[in-house]
């Protein structure tokens, strides 16, 4: 059996613990977020100097001289192609949206397997 001071200090430990696996957690969701977000710049960027992309005064984004070779139209080709369809018509309650969307998803995930073993 435990003493009073072992149980306190046990108890004391899984706290401190506790809080150091939820600061790590914390820290990878911020850092998978910078990484998400790094990428994207970084694809921006890229496309700005190949000049497939340009902003206009308001910031917003537009197509430039060489867009039609670029990554963004695939991008856009690729989600016309595989997801506004299936996003045309979505159910009301929370379970069938939810249900749905992992469908979405799943399916998804499958079309960008078969494209990249293509190409």
Same mark, same amino acid.
């Given at each position: 059996?435990?003493? =009073?001071?072992?149980?306190?200090?046990?108890?004391?430990?899984?706290?401190?613990?506790?809080?150091?696996?939820?600061?790590? =957690?914390?820290?990878?969701?911020?850092?998978?977020? +910078?990484?998400?977000?790094?990428?994207?710049?970084?694809?921006?960027?890229?496309?700005?100097?190949?000049?497939?992309?340009?902003?206009?005064?308001?910031?917003?984004?537009?197509?430039?001289?060489?867009?039609?070779?670029?990554?963004?139209?695939?991008?856009?080709? +690729?989600?016309?192609?595989?997801?506004?369809?299936?996003?045309?018509?979505?159910?009301?309650?929370?379970?069938?949206?939810?249900?749905?969307?992992?469908?979405? %998803?799943?399916?998804?995930?499958?079309? %960008?397997?078969?494209?990249?073993?293509?190409?």
């Amino acid at each position: 059996m435990l003493s =009073e001071d072992q149980f306190f200090e046990a108890k004391s430990f899984l706290q401190v613990y506790k809080d150091a696996h939820r600061c790590l =957690e914390q820290a990878a969701r911020k850092k998978a977020a +910078f990484d998400k977000y790094n990428a994207f710049y970084s694809k921006v960027k890229e496309g700005q100097d190949e000049r497939e992309l340009s902003f206009d005064t308001q910031g917003n984004l537009q197509p430039a001289v060489n867009f039609k070779s670029g990554f963004f139209l695939k991008l856009g080709q +690729f989600v016309n192609k595989n997801v506004n369809s299936k996003l045309e018509s979505l159910p009301n309650s929370y379970e069938a949206l939810s249900s749905h969307l992992t469908g979405v %998803i799943e399916d998804l995930k499958k079309e %960008i397997l078969t494209a990249k073993t293509k190409a």
